[in-house]
């Protein structure tokens, strides 16, 4: 925390303490006035002010920003402040507005509802507030889920395609190994990594050479040929060109024998990747295809490493030294599947979406365990991975409603709940105040009215002869001296019969 910062903070806690304990005066003095009652009525302030300041602990665990540490203390400074000017007007306006209120309506029973109505209100707000607070604070534990995931997910991949660069140095300084020994180091490579299909070396293969590189091939595999596939779908010999891709070694061989021999460049996606991987002199990968294997309906991408002879620097050179590409071929699902380490992500529905071309996304992958669970489609959040060898991917994921429940609490129930009957015996406890004041008032009244009786009817006896019942000396006397004061300022005069 800066030292401006800390200043600030000290004068707005000050400010803020000042107009707290010239709040609870005049709440006090206001209940005293309503209530009649010095003691209670400051001790029912004093009591509110006491909770008001722990339920706000207990909810800056809900307003806690995300970001650095120095972030999250800049950001709660102002909320701070913010609320702190937020409450203050409320001081200001809620005693005046109750004393407009006093004055408007002489009826009592109008006031009680008003009491009650506005305690009502009062209670489901701090309801709802309760609950949207705990609601952002679930959604940040969602973010917080998604962006383990994505970083998980990254990892992944990063380890995945590192296996590319382990099987280079079988072609370094230009040397090609031979199939045994390309299939004995992609096996130990493949033992450590299940969720990659194969691993293949691509040569180029210009049209002069095409039938020594079938001859020498079958030599393991009899009916070895370059092939593609056709509109049917089905692999036929390719036709005559340039120059071919063909997968010439591959492991493991089992479940990938309908991928031996077809030319990569016989399709223009992969064509696509190979041309800019050649070209950049480095890694690139596909957008999602059909594998070829067809062994399962999961999609997947081939990343391709150029081999060169020697290291050219410019494009020409490039094109002219290609001796071919060691091919990745890998699975979206089982990658996506094999970084999650946990169950915690379950009740979250996930979807890896290529986002390289803007105009036309695509969903590589979608993941979800239950998909009888319903989706809370109004919170959707995106989290981009790492750029992945010319790809942009993201995840986009959306919680479904029993990720939502089984993080919720039942605590802005029991606040609106408990609210709403507080508001009730407090317009009870002001109902039976007000029907006592009503009857003490009435015996006042009473009492009043019985000691002017009396009064009168002591003033009567004290004015009369109790014998002969006509006024006496004392009366005389009176009536004169009023008499007598009465000529001297009217300058008249007065006369006793």
């Not at 004068?11 to 209940?31: K, M, N, Y």
């Not at 008499?483 to 019969?497: M, Y």
Request: with cysteine.
């Amino acid at each position: 925390m800066t030292k401006y910062q800390r200043y600030l903070l000290l004068i707005a806690a000050s400010v803020s303490s000042a107009t707290g304990l010239a709040a609870e005066l005049l709440l006090g003095t206001l209940a005293t006035y309503l209530v009649g009652n010095q003691a209670l009525a400051y001790g029912v302030a004093v009591g509110v002010f006491l909770a008001a300041m722990g339920i706000g602990s207990y909810l800056t665990q809900f307003i806690t920003p995300s970001g650095s540490p120095s972030q999250q203390q800049k950001a709660l400074l102002i909320r701070f402040v913010q609320i702190e000017l937020l409450i203050a007007p409320l001081t200001a306006i809620l005693p005046l507005a109750l004393s407009i209120l006093i004055k408007i309506s002489r009826n009592v029973n109008f006031r009680l509802i008003l009491v009650l109505i506005f305690g009502i209100v009062l209670s489901c707000f701090s309801g709802y507030f309760f609950y949207k607070t705990e609601e952002k604070t679930i959604i940040r534990e969602f973010q917080q889920d998604v962006d383990e995931r994505a970083a998980s997910l990254s990892r992944e991949l990063a380890i995945n395609f590192e296996t590319l660069s382990s099987l280079s140095i079988l072609f370094h300084e230009g040397q090609i190994p031979n199939l045994e020994r390309f299939q004995l180091e992609a096996e130990k490579i493949l033992n450590r990594h299940s969720n990659i299909q194969a691993l293949e070396w691509i040569p180029r293969v210009f049209d002069s050479q095409r039938a020594m590189y079938e001859s020498q091939l079958r030599t393991y595999f009899p009916d070895f040929e370059i092939t593609q596939l056709d509109k049917q779908g089905f692999m036929t010999r390719v036709e005559q060109k340039e120059e071919y891709y063909p997968v010439y070694y591959i492991e493991p061989v089992r479940g990938n024998e309908a991928a031996l021999g077809f030319d990569l460049s016989s399709n223009p996606v992969r064509l696509k990747a190979l041309e800019k991987s050649r070209d950049t002199a480095q890694p690139q990968a596909t957008g999602s295809i059909k594998l070829v294997q067809k062994n399962d309906n999961q999609k997947g991408f081939l990343i391709f490493l150029p081999i060169y002879k020697g290291n050219p620097s410019t494009l020409v050179k490039r094109r002219e030294n290609l001796e071919g590409f060691i091919l990745g071929v890998y699975r979206i699902g089982d990658i996506f599947m094999s970084s999650s380490f946990s169950d915690r992500h379950m009740n979250i529905k996930m979807e890896l979406v290529d986002e390289t071309s803007i105009s036309q996304p695509e969903i590589l992958y979608s993941n979800q365990t239950d998909t009888k669970l319903k989706i809370h489609d109004q919170i959707t959040y995106k989290k981009e991975l790492p750029e992945i060898w010319g790809r942009k991917w993201t995840l986009v994921a959306c919680p479904t409603l029993s990720y939502l429940s089984v993080r919720r609490n039942i605590l802005p129930i029991v606040i609106t709940i408990a609210g709403i009957v507080l508001s009730f015996f407090i317009t009870l406890y002001l109902y039976i105040i007000a029907k006592r004041t009503a009857t003490i008032e009435q015996i006042v009244i009473q009492k009043t009215e019985e000691l002017n009786r009396a009064n009168k009817k002591l003033m009567l006896i004290s004015r009369t002869d109790g014998l002969t019942g006509v006024a006496n000396r004392a009366f005389m006397d009176e009536f004169l001296e009023k008499e007598w004061l009465r000529a001297i300022r009217n300058q008249t005069f007065i006369c006793v019969p």
